[in-house]
């Protein structure tokens, strides 16, 4: 069985942090570079950042660079975006999904190959 479970979601006043947690089982998370996406109402699914197998490598959305950090403990199998001064505009489900590398930049939610189900974001007074 492949799960990819998102935890760490929640309602947070602008300005705020969240760190949003992905738990694999059933697959090795080394084995993937692992994405972050968004999707809030009305919009298409976006790319938030990606983290390499290693983590030498991570990418992040113009929106989000400087704010959001991707980490990952492989040990833990488990990935992390700890998300800080948060902003109306970054309400959304976020997902985790995971493929063989980044490649230079988050790319589009079809190249991914295993997803969660998503956490929802808010970010309101």
């Known amino acids: 069985q492949v799960q990819f479970v998102e935890s760490g979601g929640g309602s947070v006043q602008p300005g705020g942090s969240l760190r949003l947690s992905c738990a694999a089982s059933?697959?090795?998370?080394?084995?993937?570079?692992i994405g972050w996406f968004r999707q809030a109402p009305g919009k298409e699914r976006e790319g938030v950042s990606c983290?390499?197998?290693?983590?030498?490598?991570?990418y992040y959305a113009d929106s989000v660079k400087g704010r959001f950090t991707i980490s990952r403990d492989n040990a833990k199998n488990t990935v992390y975006l700890q998300m800080n001064s948060l902003k109306s505009e970054d309400t959304a489900v976020y997902y985790c999904?995971?493929?063989?590398?980044?490649?230079?930049?988050?790319?589009?939610?079809?190249?991914?190959?295993?997803w969660g189900q998503g956490t929802q974001v808010t970010v309101s007074s």
């Open positions: 983290i390499s197998r290693s983590a030498v490598s991570t």
């Open positions: 999904a995971a493929k063989s590398a980044c490649l230079g930049y988050i790319d589009s939610p079809w190249s991914y190959d295993y």
């Open positions: 059933g697959f090795t998370l080394n084995y993937h570079a």
